[in-house]
């Protein structure tokens, strides 16, 4: 990967953070790959799909449009292969479908309607500068009701990082393929998903979501 998404400068003062406002998708399928999609609208690297899948042996794949995305995910989560490959998503909101190709995965979902939980995330504030708080006091409760689901957490290379959920809901049917091979049916997220200090929700959900990402000392913001 070329583009230098981020790296070392000396005399940094203090560490810098990035923000992502998006959707997370989860889900898994009856032959044991769970897919995992973040469709962020706005974020420092402008707006992108990036795809994140556990094979059913348990190999974790990247799958990412551009070089840039490519190495500020693989710097912050962990990967056995990372892929830059074309990478669309389409968002048929009155049909509530999303159609995804990104690589040898295609998927479309279906989605259905708002969840429990999510009906009270809406209630969550949702201003920027209260992210990192609102999702460490979420955090015990994460912990506790939603199995492997955390709100913060330590990142790759020192970074940390914060989840600060606002709606969800639930996703009701898949249709994916890897290649030529057919997934199967939607199955809940079971094992959790191993890319980083959080899994998704085990059930297959949609969730609204603003990350946060604390860059260690010394590291620079993308493009710097």
Do not use: N
């Not at 889900?27 to 402008?46: A, N, Q």
């Not at 992108?48 to 500020?72: C, K």
């Amino acid at each position: 990967m070329t583009s230098p998404a981020v790296r070392e400068r000396a005399g940094s003062a203090a560490p810098h953070r990035m923000t992502f406002d998006g959707h997370i998708a989860g889900l898994g399928t009856t032959e044991g790959t769970r897919i995992v999609v973040g469709r962020w609208r706005v974020s420092p690297l402008g707006s992108f799909t990036d795809v994140m899948v556990e094979r059913a042996d348990g190999l974790r794949v990247l799958l990412a449009p551009r070089d840039d995305v490519a190495e500020l995910v693989a710097a912050t989560y962990s990967f056995d292969a990372v892929h830059v490959v074309p990478v669309g998503l389409r968002a048929d909101e009155a049909r509530r479908r999303w159609r995804l190709r990104a690589g040898p995965l295609t998927a479309d979902l279906t989605l259905g309607a708002r969840t429990r939980l999510g009906h009270l995330l809406r209630a969550v504030p949702r201003h920027p500068a209260l992210a990192p708080f609102v999702a460490t006091a979420a955090d015990p409760v994460a912990r506790l009701l939603l199995d492997g689901v955390r709100t913060r957490g330590t990142a790759g290379q020192g970074r940390r990082e914060w989840y600060t959920a606002s709606d969800q809901h639930a996703i009701t049917a898949v249709r994916a393929l890897w290649g030529s091979a057919d997934l199967g049916a939607l199955t809940p997220v079971v094992p959790a998903v191993r890319f980083g200090f959080s899994s998704v929700p085990a059930a297959p959900t949609v969730t609204r979501v603003r990350t946060t990402i604390e860059l260690s000392e010394g590291r620079t913001r993308p493009g710097h």
